[in-house]
């Protein structure tokens, strides 16, 4: 028994090699991966090559496009001179309605706040798998960056932190198959679920029903209902609104408004206050002790 | 010793990949770097430390994707035992065969990654991933026409003599 274990030892190895990977995805693999110390070793040692590649290739873009930058860089300055009065006007106005908005949120007795301040990250790789687009951050553990934290821009939302290491940390796309996000449309707050459908393919939205007041074009944003977003961010713009004969629920796309292609730094938002009223001042609550 | 510098060159070249699909703004193609080392394995080492290495190789494409757990080693060592296979029935020396291989492999790599995805997606939807295969196939053979030099750097000063499956 043992000399013919011995004499098919390479074809039980290789038998052991192909056959355990396949059931371990079978039984295990929907269940998504558990961060281990291979996982943490493996992008410890790659995230600090992949930074070091990113700040080469944008140091000599850089010097390149400065080069360029230097010819009418006078005539652009005066432009630019311009503008940045007409910005300051315009940020003046702005703060102006930001504190009456404050004052506004502060009556209708809501509070949102963030505990900490956002992290600004940058993003140094692309998941080498295209089924499963995700963003690898030049943030992680030792930067405050956890797993669930929301990943924005500018622009609207990005997705939410799934893993995180010591230096680096990878972000699942709102658009992964994986993603729910709470939404609601901007323009008529009916409220409904963004599902990412992978794949490169837009958002789909769930559990509108047909007779709510969606329509092409309008911007969906977050509800914040979910937990994990803050409200307000732009998820996208509904597409291809479907209202069928039969059954309750309508069927619609959503085009992300963040294009992850194209992105280069986000801002992961560290853990929410929870929604709630603002506690009552100390003078109601001394009146309401005393009754 | 090869064993490792076969890890650390799929390491390697899964970072530079990760970087260059971000600077190219590709969204569902990428360079499979993996294959090109599996084939490289299969057509090149010996039976236990290719298929073992060729596990690592997908093991590593695994926790970088951070998604699924164990399809990529599956994928990996079936490609390997395939294109070794093949490369019993063909002389697969030259470099244009190594091509050929890669481009074979790159296809049935992609096409039954599309299948397993498919299997276990929510709605069964068509992956999109199978459109810009074509693309995938042809940018993967040229990162092979890339790195067959280096490959070359890697390979055992005793070459197989007589390749076959199990041998």
Request: proline share 5%; aromatic share 6%.
């Amino acid at each position: 028994m043992l000399a013919l274990l011995k004499r098919q030892r390479e074809l039980i190895v290789v038998a052991a090699l192909l056959l355990y990977p396949f059931v371990t995805y079978l039984t295990h693999g929907h269940r998504g991966r558990e961060i281990n110390l291979v996982d943490r070793v493996v992008l410890g040692v790659t995230s600090p090559v992949a930074r070091a590649l990113v700040w080469t290739c944008d140091g000599i873009g850089d010097t390149v496009s400065s080069y360029g930058a230097l010819r009418g860089v006078r005539a652009k300055n005066l432009e630019l001179s311009t503008e940045n009065s007409q910005l300051r006007a315009e940020v003046n106005s702005l703060r102006e309605q930001s504190a009456e908005n404050e004052r506004l949120r502060k009556a209708v007795g809501y509070v949102e706040a963030t505990a900490e301040k956002e992290i600004a990250a940058r993003i140094i790789g692309i998941n080498p798998v295209a089924s499963f687009l995700s963003l690898r951050l030049n943030r992680g553990e030792s930067d405050g960056v956890r797993a669930g934290m929301p990943v924005v821009t500018a622009d609207g939302v990005v997705g939410r932190v799934k893993r995180a290491t010591g230096g680096a940390s990878d972000v699942e796309l709102i658009t992964d198959q994986a993603s729910k996000v709470a939404v609601l449309v901007q323009r008529s707050r009916v409220r409904a679920t963004a599902a990412g459908r992978g794949g490169g393919h837009p958002l789909a939205l769930e559990n509108a029903v047909r007779t709510d007041d969606v329509e092409e074009g309008d911007q969906m944003i977050t509800s914040g209902t979910d937990g994990v977003f803050p409200k307000g961010l732009v998820v996208g713009r509904v597409t291809a609104v479907q209202r069928k004969q039969s059954g309750m629920l309508l069927s619609a796309g959503i085009l992300p408004a963040v294009d992850s292609t194209r992105i280069e730094e986000v801002l992961v938002v560290p853990a929410l206050v929870p929604f709630g009223p603002a506690p009552p001042p100390p003078s109601a609550r001394a009146a309401e002790r005393k009754r | 010793m090869r064993f490792l510098l076969t890890v650390a060159l799929a390491l390697g070249l899964l970072t530079v990949e990760s970087v260059v699909v971000k600077y190219l703004g590709l969204s569902l193609v990428r360079i499979d770097v993996t294959v090109v080392l599996v084939v490289f394995l299969a057509l090149r080492s010996g039976m236990l430390e290719g298929a073992v290495s060729a596990f690592s190789v997908g093991y590593l494409l695994d926790v970088m994707s951070g998604h699924p757990t164990g399809l990529y080693p599956f994928l990996a060592v079936l490609v390997f035992l395939v294109v070794r296979l093949g490369g019993a029935v063909v002389d697969a020396r030259s470099p244009v065969a190594f091509m050929a291989f890669t481009a074979a492999a790159e296809l049935g790599h992609g096409l039954l990654a599309a299948f397993f995805n498919w299997m276990t997606s929510k709605e069964g939807q068509v992956p999109a991933s199978l459109s810009v295969l074509p693309l995938q196939v042809l940018l993967t053979v040229i990162a092979a026409v890339a790195l067959w030099p280096l490959l070359k750097r890697f390979e055992a000063p005793q070459e197989r003599a007589q390749p076959s499956l199990l041998r």
